[in-house]
């Protein structure tokens, strides 16, 4: 297991917690060599064994939970999905929950040794509930982050799809000001800083996305569908509802949920718990004190 030495990503983090009255965490980067040659790369928050793992949606990365994670407080685990962030891209292009769970799984036996509060947003909740449904010794209560099975992604959105069709800049200055020109992102403060935290510098010296989803936005949904169907998961429910872990969903209001997503994971699993903050789709981003809050108390559930 190698540590990564380059500790800039975090410079963030002391005026975050500053924010919130609280200290900063210990943390530091690590990375998992994978069989195939690619590798995964995660956060490990405070000090002792993690007691909390986090998995983004897709285009985001590991840091999309700092506020959370400060706010939480507790030794945390914050993955790198393969494709995303400090993680390898795969060849074959296959971000599907199934796919991406493997690699999850290989994280989790590696790096944890208790079950864990297994928290997902969005791609990376689908990808949560696979893990669960898989291997339910590493899961103590899994927490879904807007998102529950059976979401429309056969196509990006459209505003996605036209951000995207520049990948590379001459600077961060102008990645940032390409966001800002498609309402990306808060204050400046906050578009400036996930940019830094989602682009790197090539050898050329141009800025790119960290992220594979910019060059293959195209498809990329497109190719996750066709990796379900090779896979004959007729349906999409089927590992969420294999799951023994108690379940909770924390929806925005602002987010991609209508009430009949909703009404049909309390259908389906009606010992579910869903939470209601006044949030968009992230979040994580949007209302961090209500996602460590719920974070929190599954915490305590599974150390009772």
Known sequence: MAVATDTSEFRYLPAQ????????????RIALPLADGRSLSALRFGEGAPEVTFLHGAGLNAHTWDAVVVLL??????IDLAGHGDSSWRADHDYSPASL??????????WTTQPQVLVGHSLGGLTAAVVA???????????????????DTD?????????????????RDEAVARAESFGFGGSREDT???VFLNTRVREDGRVEWKHHF?????????????????????????????VSAPVTLVR??????????????TRRIPSATVITVDAGHNVQETDPASLASAASDALTRTLR
């Open 252 to 265: 925005g209001t602002k987010g991609f949920l209508q009430d009949a997503d909703v009404a049909e994971l």
């Open 101 to 110: 769970a493997s690699d999850v799984i290989l994280a989790m036996t590696e």
């Open 133 to 151: 449904a898989r291997n339910p010794e590493l899961v103590g209560e899994l927490v879904l982050v807007d998102v529950v099975p059976g979401l």
């Open 192 to 194: 400036e800083r996930g």
């Open 17 to 28: 917690a500053a924010r919130f009255s609280v200290p900063a965490p210990a943390v530091e």
């Open 155 to 171: 196509a990006a959105p459209s505003v996605l799809r036209e951000f995207y069709t520049v990948t590379d800049f001459e600077s």
């Open 73 to 78: 407080g507790r030794p945390a685990l914050v």
């Open 214 to 242: 910019a060059q293959i936005i195209g498809h990329a949904f497109d190719a996750l569908n066709a990796a379900n169907r090779a896979r004959d998961i007729a349906d999409p429910w089927a590992a969420l509802a294999a």
